[in-house]
């Protein structure tokens, strides 16, 4: 693994206090800290050392992540209390049920996935056009592109990255692959993005909403993040919190839907004298990075931190 390209946890503090129920962020307060814990995106464990450092000797930390290099930094964390699993946070509904106190999400990707072109994730490097968290698994955005139909390709780059121009970029994609082959690196679509798309909010690269849409379709970000969170109120005992850090539109829009729907009771219409489905959520906070935060860490400006707990007794 190479150790040049550094990750800036976002909210950190903010958020291992929502988890831990410790708004006092006292490192001696076990008072939640005796339990077990999950930080469902390890990335470079920022928050799992913080978390670490708050719990009690019978406290436990269960952490999953896809990536390769996620699971090295891991191995370099000697504490009984911690372990990790090579998974997707979809598979969180694995774990028994009712059986910890708080789950966290830290949605999107780290700086070490951008900053190494390797990964391909970056219009702004050249390097292979992969895009996979996990790249033991699934296909490159490469491969997947040198076959996919027009019309999928602009679906896509609509529907997950929000991108007004996302039929022609498609269409310049396909007359691409089949005037030269398929496109393989990511300065070659970068490029053609840039040549397709003639107008793009000021500061922002025209490749920013395809590469999103590309990395979110490719990992099916969205679909894994639902199973995740409906797993959430099945592993989750009475009390425990829900913490979740979203970095783009579409995925606080899933968050947010997802506490909404189940911080109140549910009525079967068709049942209208049935007992209602009694809240499993209660909403408690919605968190941005401060001013003091986003000027040492820009890529932070666009987080979204909200806190549910589960009810129940």
Same mark, same amino acid.
Do not use: C
């Given at each position: 693994? $190479?150790?040049?390209?550094?990750?800036?946890?976002?909210?950190?503090?903010?958020?291992?206090?929502?988890?831990?129920?410790? #708004?006092?962020?006292?490192?001696?307060?076990?008072?939640?800290?005796?339990?077990?814990?999950? $930080?469902?995106?390890?990335?470079?464990?920022?928050?799992?050392?913080?978390?670490?450092?708050?719990?009690?000797?019978?406290?436990?930390?269960?952490?999953?992540?896809?990536?390769?290099?996620?699971?090295?930094?891991?191995?370099?964390?000697?504490?009984?209390?911690?372990?990790?699993?090579? /998974?997707?946070?979809?598979?969180?509904?694995?774990?028994?049920?009712?059986?910890?106190?708080?789950?966290?999400?830290?949605?999107?990707?780290?700086?070490?996935?951008?900053?190494? #072109?390797?990964?391909?994730?970056?219009?702004?490097?050249?390097? #292979? @056009?992969?895009?996979?968290? $996990?790249?033991?698994?699934?296909?490159?955005?490469?491969?997947?592109?040198? $076959?996919?139909?027009?019309?999928?390709?602009?679906?896509?780059?609509?529907?997950?990255?929000?991108?007004?121009?996302?039929?022609?970029?498609?269409?310049?994609?396909?007359?691409?692959?089949?005037?030269?082959?398929?496109?393989?690196?990511?300065?070659? @679509?970068?490029?053609?993005?840039?040549?397709?798309?003639?107008?793009?909010?000021?500061?922002?690269?025209?490749?920013?909403?395809?590469? /999103?849409?590309?990395?979110?379709?490719?990992?099916?970000?969205?679909?894994?993040? /639902?199973?995740? @969170?409906?797993?959430? @109120?099945?592993?989750?005992?009475?009390?425990?919190?829900?913490?979740?850090?979203?970095?783009?539109?579409?995925?606080?829009?899933?968050?947010?839907?997802?506490?909404?729907?189940?911080?109140?009771?549910?009525?079967?219409?068709?049942?209208?004298?049935?007992? #209602?489905?009694?809240?499993?959520?209660?909403?408690?906070?919605?968190?941005?990075?401060?001013?003091?935060?986003?000027?040492?860490?820009?890529?932070?400006?666009?987080?979204?931190?909200?806190?549910?707990?589960?009810?129940?007794?």
């Amino acid at each position: 693994m $190479d150790t040049t390209w550094t990750h800036t946890t976002v909210l950190l503090k903010e958020a291992v206090a929502a988890l831990l129920n410790n #708004p006092d962020d006292e490192p001696g307060d076990f008072r939640a800290g005796m339990h077990t814990y999950v $930080d469902a995106t390890f990335g470079r464990g920022g928050h799992a050392r913080l978390i670490l450092s708050r719990l009690a000797p019978q406290g436990r930390l269960i952490a999953f992540d896809k990536d390769l290099d996620a699971l090295a930094e891991a191995a370099t964390i000697d504490d009984p209390r911690f372990s990790i699993r090579h /998974q997707g946070f979809r598979h969180l509904g694995e774990l028994a049920p009712a059986s910890v106190a708080g789950v966290l999400l830290d949605l999107g990707i780290s700086s070490p996935q951008v900053d190494n #072109p390797e990964r391909g994730f970056s219009f702004r490097f050249e390097g #292979p @056009l992969d895009m996979r968290m $996990d790249t033991t698994r699934g296909i490159s955005v490469a491969q997947w592109l040198a $076959d996919a139909e027009v019309d999928k390709i602009a679906e896509v780059i609509r529907d997950y990255g929000e991108e007004r121009f996302a039929s022609p970029i498609a269409k310049a994609i396909v007359a691409r692959r089949e005037a030269h082959g398929p496109i393989t690196t990511t300065t070659e @679509l970068a490029q053609l993005v840039a040549d397709t798309v003639k107008t793009r909010e000021k500061g922002q690269n025209p490749a920013t909403r395809t590469f /999103q849409a590309l990395r979110i379709f490719i990992n099916a970000e969205l679909e894994e993040l /639902q199973q995740a @969170l409906e797993a959430s @109120l099945q592993v989750l005992a009475p009390g425990g919190r829900l913490v979740v850090i979203s970095f783009h539109s579409l995925e606080d829009r899933i968050v947010k839907q997802f506490i909404a729907k189940h911080s109140r009771d549910e009525y079967d219409r068709r049942a209208p004298f049935a007992a #209602p489905k009694i809240m499993q959520l209660k909403a408690l906070d919605r968190v941005k990075p401060s001013a003091a935060e986003v000027a040492a860490n820009p890529r932070s400006r666009s987080a979204i931190m909200r806190v549910a707990q589960r009810t129940g007794s």
